[in-house]
């Protein structure tokens, strides 16, 4: 039944409801002078109101002043840029990073719409609130926060979307819709949207809404961004799908769950903290969560509460903390430490009691500037790359089929067939001339774009992110999943070639070659693949990427394994995974 059709059904038997009692339907009028403190929520408890709220919320058109017009164009051409430049190139060239590639411009285009709606949110570090359905996040962060009635906490486990809360000039909610457009809502219309709108017309907005914002004068933490995201897991998940299957509904529940699921993965990978909440009544971290977390590949260790922990006696809640502390070690999920804590005392239950607010103080820090531009050339950097290795492939094979072309051993019949083989070759080398040139252009072309987006909505960009926002943007670019079943993260470094790179001819593919760590000194970190090269990656690139006070010794192990891209001659890229 669609939306439209049910408020009808609704609001026809709420009008019989009231002719039956002696009253018309002039009442709509009164239902708009309905006190907000009655308990009674108007947008559930008029039809009319609520299809008004649904309409607004999910529209694509909006009333723009001049300035607005002109951002909404700069993006529309970022995304033309994206979709109908890059697309069309990297549909013809042979580039084994177009599908990548393209996925990466596209969620980097969604974040940019983001950016725009809520520039805001981009000045600071954004501390995630996770756990599955019914771990107390809400109720949590409203207790941390000091708001009591900050974030709606009567939870269905099909409606949540998630919510960034942090400080404003005026106290705000927004929400962003998957058109880009904000529409200002007020609490009563969060509370529906995110937990009664279901139940009252079944109607969720969790794929609806991309997130929403609130922004409040008084913040406790003016210098953070809260996120509040959905339970990656259903009711379902806890035991109760055979309710479920009783319903012929397990196929429709499975694929809300993915999708709650993917929405939940989706905005905590891009947080750069993570808190993890976990249910006293489930006695350690669960098998689930600890899969969850492990997938996300977090860039800074996690810090773990158990919520509702005046539920039960101070002893229970310590064997609970221990217990969790031996599941994460067994996991080797990074944590900063396990604790306890109660919404409803608004208590934390450590050794110091200050474990959770000595981790926001310290974090309470703005961002250098947006990562946007930097993600951007991280792509095409990449991108590029993957031509030139190409062309170095084709001019070593080119250099090959002529000596061999000159080799009065080989017949006059080989030689033509070399010939032939050689202006192919020739060919090939051209193309990709002319696709590394198109890709150059869109490259730049995107980057003024950008620039100007983020110059119109007052947003700077860096093109040095902190060592927070490296590993967090690194995480994004790997779509925050480890290549191995480690939790370390893959990290890309620019090495120089030093040796005789005819050798390389040898080489069928110049674009996967397995190396080790030979050695680190005083220059940098020595890459060997065989005794002809020697691969060094610079010790002040090392330092840009992980800090100055990087010890060389004690992050890159000798003899560990590492993938090594020839670009051309003189570089290559070394991709190594290292701890998290």
Same mark, same amino acid.
């Given at each position: ?344 005392? %608004? =208590?934390?239950? *450590?050794?110091? #009691? $200050? /474990?959770?607010? !000595?981790?926001?103080? @310290?974090?309470?820090? &703005? ?39 000159? %080799? =009065?051993?080989? *017949?006059?019949? #080989? $030689? /033509?067939?070399? !010939?032939?083989?050689? @202006?192919?070759?020739? &060919? ?43 590993? *967090?943007?690194? #995480? $994004? ?10 939790? &370390? ?92």
């Amino acid at each position: 039944m669609s939306l439209k059709n049910a408020m009808k059904r609704k609001s026809s038997t709420t009008e019989t409801s009231v002719t039956n009692s002696g009253t018309n339907s002039a009442t709509n009028s009164e239902s708009d002078k309905a006190p907000t403190n009655s308990g009674v929520n108007k947008y559930l408890h008029h039809p009319e109101q609520g299809l008004a709220l649904f309409a607004q919320l999910i529209a694509n058109i909006s009333n723009n002043s001049l300035a607005e017009t002109q951002v909404s164009q700069t993006l529309a051409q970022i995304k033309y840029l994206i979709e109908h430049d890059f697309l069309a190139l990297a549909k013809t060239d042979d580039n084994t990073l177009s599908a990548s590639a393209y996925v990466q411009l596209q969620q980097l285009a969604q974040q940019l719409g983001e950016l725009v709606a809520f520039p805001h949110l981009e000045k600071y570090y954004t501390i995630a609130v996770g756990g599955s359905f019914s771990a107390g996040k809400s109720r949590f962060l409203n207790s941390v926060l000091g708001c009591p009635s900050l974030l709606p906490t009567d939870t269905t486990p099909t409606t949540s979307i998630p919510t960034y809360i942090s400080q404003g000039e005026v106290n705000n909610i927004n929400a962003l819709n998957f058109y880009r457009k904000k529409t200002a809502i007020d609490e009563e219309a969060l509370k529906a949207i995110c937990h009664a709108f279901n139940d009252k017309f079944s109607v969720t907005f969790s794929h609806l809404l991309q997130l929403i914002s609130v922004e409040r004068e008084s913040f406790k933490y003016p210098d953070l961004v809260f996120l509040d995201t959905p339970g990656y897991s259903k009711a379902d998940n806890v035991g109760t799908q055979s309710s479920a299957a009783a319903n012929n509904n397990e196929q429709a529940v499975n694929v809300e769950q993915n999708s709650d699921e993917n929405i939940a993965r989706e905005h905590l990978t891009r947080a750069d903290y993570l808190i993890w909440l976990v249910d006293q009544q489930n006695g350690t971290v669960p098998q689930h969560d600890i899969e969850f977390i492990q997938g996300l590949a977090l860039s800074q260790p996690v810090l773990v509460v158990i919520s509702k922990a005046d539920k039960k006696i101070p002893s229970e809640i310590e064997k609970i903390i221990n217990a969790a502390k031996v599941s994460l070690d067994r996991a080797d999920i990074d944590y900063l430490d396990v604790i306890a804590y109660s919404a409803r005392k %608004d =208590e934390e239950y *450590s050794a110091t #009691k $200050k /474990v959770l607010s !000595n981790l926001l103080n @310290q974090v309470s820090e &703005g961002k250098s500037g947006s990562t946007v531009l930097w993600q951007l050339n991280t792509i095409f950097n990449n991108y590029i790359n993957s031509y030139k290795t190409k062309y170095h492939e084709l001019s070593l094979t080119n250099g090959t089929l002529k000596e061999l072309a000159f %080799d =009065e051993s080989v *017949s006059d019949d #080989k $030689k /033509v067939h070399l !010939n032939d083989i050689r @202006q192919k070759t020739k &060919g090939e080398l051209e193309a990709l001339t002319k696709q590394q040139k198109t890709a150059t252009k869109i490259h730049q072309q995107l980057s003024e774009k950008i620039e100007n987006l983020c110059s119109q909505v007052g947003v700077k960009t860096t093109l040095k992110p902190s060592a927070v926002a490296l590993k *967090s943007m690194r #995480k $994004k670019h790997h779509g925050g999943q480890s290549k191995t079943n480690s939790n &370390g993260q893959f990290y890309s470094f620019k090495a120089l070639i030093q040796g005789d790179s005819t050798q390389l001819a040898s080489i069928a593919d110049l674009t996967t070659i397995s190396g080790t760590i030979a050695k680190t000194g005083a220059v940098g970190v020595h890459i060997n693949i065989n005794k002809t090269f020697d691969i060094i990656i610079m010790k002040q690139r090392i330092k840009e990427q992980l800090g100055q006070d990087i010890e060389l010794a004690k992050t890159f192990n000798v003899g560990q394994q590492v993938n090594v891209q020839f670009v051309d001659k003189k570089n290559a890229t070394i991709t190594i995974e290292l701890a998290g």
